[in-house]
Structures are given as structure tokens and as C-alpha cells.
């Protein structure tokens, strides 16, 4: 079972109990105002959800991670690595992602996460290349795609919801 420490955090798989907790995060305007076309998420939506990201981690051997602060053992989103279907011009291709609740913001716990979840994905995955897709505009997520060395790959829309894209690129090379 896939499971990652940093410093302030826990990346680990899924639990039931984590559903309410990631809801709340998916019902927030503010969190979801960059994904997709911007529209909130309820609890059944999120359950699916969760069982779509356990359903990756067994068919594909990586997935996105539950993040937990250690701490507390309070759960704050998720980040990790996932195939973006929704963006057939890019494939083949693996994404790191996130998405934390709104509490979490500006500690860095983002940027932590991710670092880590790319670090797996070229030391354990075997990965090659790792994008990351950012609306314009979301100034928050391309700090972090900076932080993580990531360069522009190309402009494009995302086809499920007509919303310009800049997808990032980072080669295991380049690290």
C-alpha cells in the first residue's frame, strides 16, 4: 500500500471516513472555482469520486493520494497522479494534481504534497514525463507548478468545458 511522509504531512490511500471530510472540501465555490468548469461537488459525487481514485491506484498503480495532516490526522484534500482522460490530445500522459480545502491554503502544504507525489511518480512509478493542467489566471496552482520546475508545454482548451488550459511539463531528465 502506497503511503508517503513529508515533513508536515501524510499521503496515503483512501478510507470511507474520508468522504465527508473531502466533500466539504468539493462543496466550497472558492476551492472549485479552477476545476473543470468551476462547479461544486456533493457527497455522492464526491464518493464516487473517491472509489474512481481507489478504483486508479489498482488498475494503474498510482493514483491521487489522500493528504492528512499529521499532526492532526485532519484530512486536507488530496494530490497525486492520474492519466487526464479529459484531455485526449495529451495522451499518453500521467498529471499531478491537488486540491486542498481553503484552510489549508498559503502554508505551503500544497507545494509539499506535491513535490512528493512527483518525487513518487519518477523514483517509483518509473514515469519518464509528468504534466500539470492550470486554467489561466489560477495564480495559486502555477506557483506550485513553478516550484516544482515544471515548464509551459503548450495553450490549449479543455474539452469538457471550453475553458482555456496551460498544460506543464516536467521530464525525469530535468530533475
Known amino acids: 500500500m ?3 511522509e513529508t515533513p508536515r504531512l501524510l499521503l496515503r490511500r483512501w478510507r470511507p471516513d474520508d468522504v465527508g471530510p473531502l466533500a466539504a472540501v468539493n462543496a466550497d465555490p472558492e476551492v472549485m ?3 473543470g468548469d468551476g462547479s461544486v ?3 455522492q459525487q464526491t464518493r ?3 472509489e474512481a481514485m481507489e478504483q486508479q491506484w489498482d488498475t494503474q498503480g498510482f493514483g491521487l493520494f489522500a493528504v492528512e495532516i499529521r499532526s492532526t490526522g485532519q484530512l486536507a484534500g488530496f494530490t497525486g497522479l492520474a492519466v487526464p482522460h479529459f484531455m485526449p490530445e495529451l495522451l ?5 494534481g491537488w486540491r ?3 484552510s489549508h491554503w498559503g502554508q505551503g502544504l500544497a507545494s509539499e504534497a506535491a513535490a512528493a507525489a512527483v518525487r513518487y511518480g519518477f523514483e517509483e512509478c518509473g514515469l519518464d514525463r509528468i504534466v500539470s493542467i492550470v486554467q489561466p489566471g489560477n495564480g495559486a496552482s502555477e506557483r506550485i507548478i513553478a516550484k516544482l520546475g515544471m515548464c509551459l508545454f503548450r495553450e490549449t482548451v479543455d474539452p469538457g468545458c471550453g475553458r482555456p488550459v496551460r498544460v506543464f511539463e516536467l521530464r525525469r531528465t530535468d530533475v
Request: proline residues 5%.
Open 92 to 96: 499518453p500522459a500521467v498529471e499531478v
Open 2 to 4: 502506497a503511503t508517503l
Open 33 to 35: 472555482r479552477w476545476i
Open 41 to 43: 461537488r456533493d457527497e
Open 48 to 50: 464516487r469520486g473517491v
Open 100 to 102: 486542498l480545502g481553503r
